[in-house]
């Protein structure tokens, strides 16, 4: 009886322990489902009281109105951006033909090849190049390079002298057109290459030239205006000084006040050029509202 008795307990009692164990972690277990589905209901809420406000900021992107004030900013930029470009284009040109003939000879494209990139390329295969461009360029596909007569052309007619000249179209054609190459000769592919590399590297160094230019201009003008701040300086305290004096003796001999009011509208006269003088040197802001 007292067996049964403590396993009846035993049992009844561990029964209910892990049946109040179990009951526990599934309540637990519930809790944390709930959890999720209210932050997960939140988040739902969240989204559909932000959707009205999502759907109108969409809308108003695709109104026709900001879609053609975004089309023709684009399109401005792209035009500036272009107009650029041929600017630099013309003005690289104009340094490149500084005699104004229209065009260059191969032994100048071969010169400036050498002095940019420090590589000799053979003039033949400089003439090819160049006829090849302008094959391309006139859209002639064939008919330049055949005239050309393979490398080292010697050009018996004008049209092959004509060819084998690198010409403002051609210039423009091979700058705008970066993925130019001959389909079978490597030798036109690496010159085309230097020739490149080249006009690349002269522009380079005249962008540096005029940016070292512009800032030494502006370091001279700063200093100009420097020692011209300085000279009104010291003038102004004599000036000041020599008013001071002439003050004094305008009170002391009246009689003489024809050569007094002389001597005041000189006085005047400076005051108003030191005035102009000093907004030039400071600038309008800085001499109505600086430190001084």
């Given at each position: 009886g007292g067996g049964h008795g403590d396993g009846h307990g035993d049992g009844h009692g561990d029964g209910h322990g892990q049946g109040h164990s179990a009951k526990k972690a599934t309540t637990r277990e519930g809790s944390d489902v709930e959890r999720k589905k209210t932050a997960t209901l939140g988040r739902m809420i969240n989204d559909k009281e932000k959707l009205p406000a999502f759907k109108a900021d969409q809308k108003g992107h695709d109104h026709p109105a900001v879609k053609d004030h975004a089309v023709k900013a684009a399109a401005d930029s792209a035009q500036k951006h272009l107009n650029k470009r041929q600017q630099d284009r013309l003005a690289q040109w104009g340094r490149l033909d500084s005699h104004g003939n229209g065009m260059l000879l191969a032994d100048t494209?071969?010169?400036?090849?050498?002095e940019k990139t420090e590589v000799d390329v053979n003039l033949g295969q400089v003439k090819d190049t160049?006829?090849?461009?302008?094959?391309?360029?006139?859209?002639?596909h064939d008919h330049g390079h055949e005239e050309g007569g393979g490398h080292g052309g010697d050009g018996h007619c004008e049209e092959m002298?004509?060819?084998h000249e690198l010409s403002k179209d051609s210039y423009i054609f091979l700058m705008d057109n970066k993925d130019l190459s001959h389909p079978s000769d490597a030798?036109?592919?690496?010159?085309?290459?230097?020739?490149?590399?080249?006009?690349?590297?002269?522009q380079n160094e005249q962008f540096h030239k005029d940016s070292k230019e512009m800032m030494m201009g502006k370091m001279?003008?700063?200093?100009?205006?420097?020692t011209l701040g300085t000279i009104m300086d010291v003038l102004s305290i004599i000036v000041i000084i020599a008013n001071s004096v002439f003050i004094g003796l305008s009170i002391e001999k009246p009689s003489m006040s024809s050569v007094w009011d002389a001597v005041e509208l000189g006085f005047f006269g400076f005051y108003t050029a030191e005035l102009f003088i000093k907004l030039y040197i400071d600038g309008p802001k800085d001499f109505l509202l600086g430190p001084d």
């Open positions: 494209v071969k010169r400036l090849v050498l160049l006829a090849f461009i302008k094959s391309k360029a006139h859209g002639d002298i004509y060819v030798e036109v592919n690496q010159c085309l290459q230097y020739l490149r590399d080249a006009l690349k590297r002269e001279s003008n700063k200093k100009m205006k420097g």
